[in-house]
């Protein structure tokens, strides 16, 4: 049914102008998480840094962290890194179950840089390292990253820090998770059973919460800052906007159909990354953590109110302009970096030098696309192909979406409208152009796709949270997804783009990656259920939603390179990415104009 809708949709579209149904996402107001970071009032923070903990070693400087409302204690990592880079780490120090930390977008840690710890007392100490000075205080705690004199970014400086720990299911809704241990603490906000911690339903979807609330967020601010740009992937300015009259900027990669302009909604990608530009400084911060994530906007530009507002506590009266954002996950750490360019090309170097930069995209993938959903058959390109030169335009790629497949079963061919791909792509060739195929993350259940088999067979699909494997419906109707937190998945995903496994390629044939968010059409906000289990790295889908995409067309990158015994620079293109996707796939605006023939933007 949900294929059928869209279908009609999509056929709609080509004549009439509709808008996204917005009751399909979720509001901040329906998400348990987003309403506890947002209520959270500025300038009352409870998390103090223990002084007498600090260790420094030549790594970093550690110390412990304590929450003294509910007496949970965390810890902090500083890392100076070159080129101006500074790293925060913040975790629980005993969690009852071990916390996930990303694995997939990073290069390497960084390369440590040499600094000095200064003017330590009680109230804190400054790390120094060339240029940058980061002063932390401790009660509360805040970090102020300086360039010189200039104070640039400051974290906490509102105190909306807040780490949800692991905690036992209350055997009663209304108990407090923790008590015994902890004393007379009084009980905290959160833990409100019914502000959904322990479940959470949304359209007749329920979402199990085996583990509880798990959520954490701090606010960052940009001093001396007008504009904050970045945050991919949202269909709003270039200068982000204030959100406090709207919803948050959210980051979780959705399949998101007839998208609206001038929205903070999420889109199909998400990249944790901001940044910011003052005539003498430019600066990002990279938010590393895979599972939903919203992000707060509040420009202050006033420094006489900003105290009043923002409980931003220099300790002075007079606090300087600034863009506070305040960035909150559902799950996982706080894990930040923070880059200081000072140029914009500093920043994107610095950037670069954690997640990995672009490869140089072969040359036709330049030239022009063409792309529609779909052409019918072999006749149908033969004449596009022949017609492109009778006018002479110029082409350089063509593209077939999922119906050039043995009904939506990547890897194959449609028997009687694409029976001949070797020679169709002969042609093309030999005219100097190449071909583009799709290949999708949703695996069509039937035991007579070899896809599908040796993927069952080998328990290489994601499970339910009861362990069975994860049926959801899309464009081939039943389809279970691959679990691409397994490396074995993934080598075995990229096996077969070998040219004797995905017949009828070649080495001009190129690839496409769609539906990767992933796209469930039955699922909860069109994706999949958060509690299910990638039984690769043992974790729940909440924990690498953002992430899930890119490992896709990283196993693609993976066996175009393969296919040529790593000689040929591969072309792909996905719908769903994050931060890293750089390194081997270029990304499309406007997911649905291939679709309605237009062509394709890379
Ligand atoms: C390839 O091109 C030839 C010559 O134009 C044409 O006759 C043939 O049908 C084409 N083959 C396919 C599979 O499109």
Redesign the pocket.
């Known amino acids: 049914m949900a294929t059928l809708l869209r279908f009609i949709a999509a056929a709609v579209l080509l004549t009439l102008v509709s808008t996204v149904d917005k009751s399909n996402f979720k509001t901040c107001q329906q998400s348990g998480f987003c309403r506890r970071h947002r209520s959270i009032k500025p300038g009352e923070s409870p998390y103090l840094l223990l002084t007498d903990t600090v260790i420094v070693t030549e790594e970093g400087i550690f110390g412990d962290v304590l929450n003294e409302i509910n007496r949970v204690f965390f810890t902090l990592e500083i890392y100076p890194l070159k080129d101006n880079t500074l790293r925060l780490k913040i975790n629980e120090k005993n969690p009852i179950k071990q916390r996930f930390e990303e694995p997939y977008a990073l290069t390497g840690d960084g390369q440590s840089e040499t600094f000095a710890v200064i003017d330590r007392s009680s109230d804190g100490f400054t790390v120094k390292f060339g240029k940058i000075r980061a002063i932390i205080k401790a009660k509360p705690l805040k970090i102020d990253v300086y360039n010189g004199k200039e104070l640039v970014v400051s974290t906490n400086a509102r105190g909306l820090l807040k780490f949800e720990h692991y905690r036992n299911k209350p055997e009663s809704d209304v108990q407090p998770a923790e008590g015994e241990d902890h004393g007379n603490a009084p009980p905290l906000q959160e833990e409100d059973a019914s502000d959904g911690l322990w479940e959470e339903s949304f359209k007749g979807h329920s979402d199990s919460k085996p583990h509880g609330p798990a959520s954490v967020g701090m606010d960052i601010s940009f001093i001396n800052s007008k504009h904050v740009y970045g945050i991919p992937e949202h269909a709003d300015s270039f200068s982000l906007k204030e959100t406090t009259s709207t919803e948050p900027y959210r980051l979780y990669n959705l399949d998101v159909f007839e998208y609206e302009l001038d929205n903070p909604m999420a889109l199909y990608g998400s990249v944790p990354v901001m940044i910011s530009h003052t005539p003498h400084q430019s600066a990002a911060v990279f938010w590393h953590n895979a599972a939903e994530t919203w992000v707060d906007i509040k420009k202050l530009p006033d420094s006489n109110v900003v105290s009043s507002i923002t409980g931003f506590f220099s300790g002075g009266d007079s606090d300087p302009p600034q863009v506070s954002t305040h960035w909150f996950s559902e799950s996982g750490i706080i894990d930040l970096f923070i880059m200081l360019g000072p140029r914009p090309m500093d920043v994107f170097r610095q950037y670069g030098a954690l997640t990995g930069y672009n490869n140089l995209p072969p040359l036709f993938s330049l030239g022009y696309h063409q792309c529609r959903w779909n052409y019918n058959d ?2 149908d ?2 004449q596009v ?2 017609n492109f030169d009778n006018h002479d335009l110029p082409m350089d790629v063509l593209w077939l979406d999922i119906e050039h497949t043995d009904g939506k079963r990547y890897f194959t061919w449609d028997h009687n409208k694409f029976s ?2 070797l ?2 792509t ?2 093309l060739t030999a005219r100097g152009r190449k071909l583009v195929t799709i290949v999708d993350v949703h695996i069509k259940r039937d035991t007579n796709y070899f896809f599908y088999k040796e993927n069952r067979d080998r328990d290489l699909f994601v499970h339910t949270k009861d362990g069975t494997e994860f049926d959801g419906w899309c464009w081939p109707g039943s389809s279970s997804y691959l679990d691409l937190t397994n490396p074995e998945t993934r080598n075995h995903y990229s096996d077969t783009f070998m040219l004797d496994r995905y017949k009828g390629s070649t080495l001009d044939t190129f690839i496409w990656n769609d539906m990767n968010e992933p796209s469930v059409f039955n699922g909860p906000e069109v994706t999949m259920q958060k509690d299910n289990i990638h039984p690769g790295l043992g974790v729940e889908h909440r924990e690498i939603h953002n992430v899930y995409g890119m490992l896709f067309h990283q196993g693609t990158y993976e066996g175009l390179l393969r296919r040529s015994d790593g000689r040929l620079r591969p072309f792909i293109l996905t719908r769903a990415h994050y931060a890293g996707t750089q390194r081997s796939s270029s990304v499309w605006d406007r997911g649905q104009y291939c679709r309605v023939g237009s062509p394709t933007y890379i």
């Open positions: 072999e006749e390109v033969h192909h022949e001949h791909p020679e169709m002969a042609n």
